[in-house]
């Protein structure tokens, strides 16, 4: 089981890393200003639309830019706190993880339904997006089932005196 907890471990901190930096740098200049970002971060996003087929990003609809703003004030905070959780060993870690995935997995059922359901998705764009889905599932998972640490001897005297 600590095997299998390492490796959720690892792709949590490894995907929330993602968000961290991606959501704020790229994702966001969807909804502010493009005179807040420097010319390499716009060409950056540029790129990646064209490259990447991702019509979302290059003209973003208006439900895109709601999910964008969510993910700018409730997702990036998170996925900061998750990273930190992770590596620090914090028991909260596992509460910050499930969130994560429930909004990651949420705004990506609307993605996906937008996707398929106009079928302008290709197979580049659904490979770049698929892996997130994966990854709020095992988010989703390492909330659910995070295994609490069994209590040390002196924490359970203090319980008794108090």
């Given at each position: 089981m600590g095997v299998v907890s390492a490796v959720a471990d690892a792709v949590v901190v490894l995907f929330s890393l993602t968000i961290a930096?991606?959501?704020p740098l790229i994702d966001a200049q969807a909804v502010l200003s493009h005179d807040a970002y420097p010319a390499q971060l716009r060409d950056l996003k540029r790129?990646?639309?064209?490259?990447f087929d991702d019509y979302l990003m290059a003209h973003p609809p208006p439900f895109f830019r709601?999910?964008?703003?969510?993910?700018?004030?409730?997702?990036w905070p998170l996925s900061v706190a998750?990273?930190?959780?992770?590596l620090a060993?914090?028991?909260?870690?596992?509460?910050?993880?499930?969130?994560?995935?429930?909004?990651?997995?949420t705004s990506l059922s609307a993605i996906f339904g937008e996707m398929l359901g106009s079928g302008k998705a290709t197979?580049?764009?659904l490979q770049m997006y698929v892996p997130?889905?994966?990854?709020?599932?095992?988010?989703?998972?390492?909330?659910?089932?995070?295994?609490?640490?069994?209590?040390?001897?002196?924490?359970?005297?203090?319980?008794?005196?108090?």
């Open positions: 930096v991606g959501v790129w990646y639309a064209a490259e709601g999910l964008l703003c969510l993910e700018l004030a409730f997702l998750t990273v930190y959780g992770v060993r914090r028991r909260w870690a596992a509460t910050t993880s499930l969130m994560v995935g429930v909004t990651t997995l197979t580049k764009l997130y889905a994966v990854f709020a599932v095992i988010a989703i998972l390492r909330g659910l089932c995070s295994c609490s640490a069994p209590a040390s001897p002196a924490s359970s005297a203090r319980k008794k005196r108090v």
